[in-house]
């Protein structure tokens, strides 16, 4: 019984993330939910229903229509961390640290150039 509850306290805590994402990707485009509903192909009173959260366990369909809408996935719009964008992040600041000592090498060695 208690990993049911469990269970159920998740699922709302993910919806909650879910809908407070894109309520900031709305904001971030300046989109109206109109707009939402017609780039997700999805009914109006739908995308109303799930911001108002009136839905509470929005369809996998649902969130993936909006997610595309968006051009994100759906791990974003779920809070989640893209592995890729991390990778790249880390891969950018060890580059700007490479380049950094590289600099401070060349400067220490007599290199100006």
Known sequence: MGEVIHSK???EILTEKVIDNICRELALRSWSLKTLADRADLPYETVKKLLNRKIARPSFICIWQ????FGCSMDSLAGRSDPSRIALDQISENTSELLRLISNIRILSGHTD
């Open 9 to 11: 306290l998740e699922n």
């Open 66 to 69: 909006i997610a595309n809408a």
